[in-house]
């Protein structure tokens, strides 16, 4: 059974930073692994993906607005896809979900409707 977890949210203020870790355990081969935000009355967005347990390029993928600032890894060791957030901004604050898929990222790797498995989300708030 496939199952995933999120932690590392909290509390920042602008121009702060916090890595966010998803475990995906009860995969053996390559699956896509994306993080994902939704904002109170807004839709959820995707906001970066990357490939775990593969033997490929390691493809990564980022929403424009979070390209420079976040940057999501790997530590197949540990099951866990890590998202590292930089130069925090108030707009950024949202639930963050983790979600995964058992296949190669590619080019839908940030639309959510494209994920099986979710975890059940983090907190991530940015103050001025």
């Known amino acids: 059974e496939v199952q995933v977890v999120e932690s590392g949210g909290g509390s920042v203020q602008t121009g702060g930073s916090l890595t966010l870790s998803c475990v995906a355990s009860?995969?053996?081969?390559?699956?896509?692994v994306g993080w994902f935000r939704q904002a109170p009355g807004k839709e959820r967005e995707g906001v970066a993906a990357?490939?775990?347990?593969?033997?490929?390029?390691?493809?990564?993928y980022y929403a424009d607005s979070v390209k420079g600032r976040f940057a999501i890894s790997v530590d197949n060791a540990k099951n866990t896809v890590y998202l590292q957030m930089n130069s925090l901004k108030p707009v950024d604050t949202a639930m963050y979900y983790c979600?995964?898929?058992?296949?190669?990222?590619?080019?839908?790797?940030?639309?959510?409707?494209?994920?099986?498995?979710w975890g059940q989300g983090t907190q991530v708030t940015v103050s001025s």
């Open positions: 990357t490939e775990a347990k593969s033997e490929g390029s390691g493809r990564t």
């Open positions: 009860g995969y053996t081969d390559s699956h896509c």
């Open positions: 979600a995964a898929e058992r296949t190669y990222c590619g080019h839908w790797s940030l639309r959510d409707y494209e994920y099986t498995y």
